[in-house]
Every structure is written in structure tokens, then in C-alpha cells.
């Protein structure tokens, strides 16, 4: 009670209860793109529907390419919307594994992948650091966590109930985490069209062409605004006989 008040602020993050049990899903969509097609992003959606809405576009082909015939200078080329599915539904359930642990707040050490998996089984299967024999293991990609699966039950358990653990790599000792695995089953799922409100599909593009010369040429074509066009954010062209993959991600501009 004889303490002076303090005045102080919150700078941390407040988490709803409701929400610590909701699945955050991140779109990474995977389309695959025909031959004689491109994707085209513009910086705003009003000119995609503008492109889209006039359908068939004549691109002129003026990159220094010498072409005898008035009639090759030109090609016509179809612009359509880029719908994609998305996920409007999903049910998963989840089940513990008995034998496996997640490994997380890794130390950066600046070494390959294959060395920080040998030198965390090497930990882990050693009885004195409350580990066995070790089945399997694996870095999930993009999360800079391992997952780790023992030949026996019962050795998961107790290193989950220690929540932290210091790991010797090498000369130095690094607290890690562990927590429990869980492996997931979708039991429903539900699609539903979404279009890309800023990337408009071209199709019947001719291979008249190199691949360079033709990708400029379309990002020339419609980045002039007396042709309906505007900025372009990204292109991306196969040409005529070949496959593509196109991956799309959330829009967070």
C-alpha cells in the first residue's frame, strides 16, 4: 500500500476465447494454365473488369520483330475472368498422436536442414534426456518446426509435460518447446467459385513470338490507359505448347 501509483500501458495482444479454437486457413491456391494463356494483375480491380468486359482484345505485335504481312503484325486475344474454388465449408478432426512431439522455438544456427535433424535426434534419443529410439523425423516447411515420432508409447508423453527442454547442439544449450502433435482429417469439405477481383485470364494467344517478347508485349499492351488498361502488378505467360502452374495467394493489398 505504500507504493507510488504507476501509470501504465498495454502494448500486447488480447486474444477472444472464442476465437482460440478457430482454424486460420491461408489460401494457396495451385491453377493450372494452358498453353497460349497469361495471367495478368493489375494494381486495381477496375481495370481488370474493364478488360474483361470488353472481351477480345487486338495486341499489336511491336517488338522490333520484322514481319512482312500487315495482318501478322496483330493478334487477337480473349480475356476472361479467373474464378478459382475456395474453401466455404470445413470440418476436420483432429487426433493426438502417442508417439510424436512438435518442436518449436528452434535456435537459428545457421546450419542445413539434414544437421539440425541429425543433432535433434541425437538429443532425443538418448534415455537421459527423457527420449528413446527415434522412428522418424520432419522439418514442416514454412514453419521452422519438427516434428518427432518414437519406435515406443509412453516417451511423448512426459517431454509434452515438461512444455520446455534444453537441447545440447553442439557447444551450446537452447531451450526448446514441445507440445503435443496432431495429425488432421478433413470430414467435410465445401467449395465454392471465387473470383480474383484483380487478375483477368488471356487465352488464343499465338506462339508467334519468344516467350520474353511476347510477355512484354501483352504488359505494353495493357498498361495504356486509351486501351482500357492500367498499372500492371504482375504477368505471367505460357506459351503455346506448354504447361504452367500459377499460385495464388490471399490479397492483402
Partial sequence: SALPEKKMVFKGLTVNKEDMNKLMLTPLIRYPLPGGSALITFEEAKVAQRIIEVREHVVELSCGEEVEELDRCRVRVQAVPMEILLPSALEVRLTPSSRSILVSDLPNLGISKEALLDKLELFFSKT???GSEVESRELLDGSGQVVLTFTQDGVAEPL????HIQVLIGKGKYEVKISPFMSGDITNLQLQPSRCPRTVLLLGIPDVLSEEAMRDTLEIHF???SRGGGEVDALAYVPAGRTGVA?????TG
Fill in 128 to 130: 537421459k534426456n527423457g
Fill in 160 to 163: 509434452i509435460e515438461k512444455g
Fill in 223 to 225: 498498361q495504356k490507359a
Fill in 247 to 251: 499460385v495464388f495467394v490471399e490479397d
